[in-house]
T-cell receptor, first 114, second 115 residues
Framework: AQSVTQLGSHVSVSEGALVLLRCNYS??????LFWYVQYPNQGLQLLLK??????LVKGINGFEAEFKKSETSFHLTKPSAHMSDAAEYFC????????????FGTGTQLKVEL | GAGVSQSPSNKVTEKGKDVELRCDPI?????LYWYRQSLGQGLEFLIY????????KSGLPSDRFSAERTGGSVSTLTIQRTQQEDSAVYLC?????????????FGPGTRLLVL
């Protein structure tokens, strides 16, 4: 079975500062990894995904994530936070023979302060 | 184009009543998923449908939960004899297929409150 751990249920950064949201995964087979963002009272929107091609993945809104197999990590970063980035972020994993079922982490609430 | 739509957006019911939640996937998407988002359990998979294949019901928490997908399109999630612990946001997603990296597109969810 797969699992995802997101360290830090709440992260607060200043506007313009680096955003770093942590995600570690566990999987006995090669994983596919995803970052989704959820704004209040909305569904989940895909930010980016790792599909075993490039290990550095660039997504929407200036976010990127790097797959590190040796560290079983897929941390999300953005060089400069905007107020509009305030939302909840979910890391998720699936595997090829898993029917595309997503296993989610517990989420990280990002707060951006002036 | 139109995204995944869900109805109702909010549902308040009394303990013991049955509820039906509806999902309209993106046109042409063959796979449809239901997830539940609750304070205690986070985001958890419930069930998925792919074409005419038997659904994967491995995430349904009890036999009070069932789902069907008619004509390979619209899906209904039914919860019988609702309990307070069923209060959650129920999210539907659809994708082009079941390959592990295929993007799932999520609807806005149905917020269920069981009194």
């Amino acid at each position: 079975a797969q699992s995802v751990t997101q360290l830090g249920s709440h992260v607060s950064v200043s506007e313009g500062a680096l955003v770093l949201l942590r995600c570690n995964y566990s999987s006995s087979v090669p994983p596919y990894l995803f970052w989704y963002v959820q704004y209040p009272n909305q569904g989940l929107q895909l930010l980016l995904k790792y599909t075993s091609a490039a290990t550095l993945v660039k997504g929407i809104n200036g976010f990127e994530a790097e797959f590190k197999k040796s560290e079983t990590s897929f941390h999300l970063t953005k060089p400069s936070a905007h107020m509009s980035d305030a939302a909840e972020y979910f890391c998720a994993v699936s595997v090829e023979r898993g029917g595309n079922k997503l296993t989610f982490g517990t989420g990280t609430q990002l707060k951006v302060e002036l | 184009g139109a995204g995944v739509s869900q109805s109702p957006s909010n549902k308040v019911t009394e303990k013991g009543k049955d509820v039906e939640l509806r999902c309209d996937p993106i046109s042409g998407h063959t796979a449809l998923y239901w997830y539940r988002q609750s304070l205690g359990q986070g985001l958890e998979f419930l069930i998925y449908f792919q074409g005419n294949s038997a659904p994967d019901k491995s995430g349904l928490p009890s036999d009070r939960f069932s789902a069907e997908r008619t004509g390979g399109s619209v899906s209904t999630l039914t919860i019988q004899r609702t309990q307070q612990e069923d209060s959650a946001v129920y999210l539907c997603a659809s994708s082009r297929g079941l390959a592990g990296a295929t993007t799932q597109y999520f609807g806005p969810g149905t917020r269920l409150l069981v009194l």
